[in-house]
């Protein structure tokens, strides 16, 4: 495999203990210099539009 700049390697993570001994063993055994290191977590599901709506009833019309 050539080096572009370094491989990316993803850890999920929920900040519970196994999730930080997971990232941990990462770090330890996986990860080289000039890796990168791309942590993912997972958001609860939102209804995108009602996000939105509360966003402009805060900040006013979106439209110029």
Not at 38 to 53: D, K
């Amino acid at each position: 495999m050539a080096e572009s700049g370094g491989r990316r390697i993803g850890v999920a993570v929920d900040f519970s203990e196994c999730s930080k001994k997971a990232l941990n063993w990462a770090i330890d055994n996986v990860v080289r210099e000039g890796d990168y290191l791309i942590l993912i977590t997972v958001a609860h599901e939102m209804n995108y539009e009602e996000g939105e709506m509360q966003l402009w009833e805060t900040v006013g019309s979106r439209t110029l």
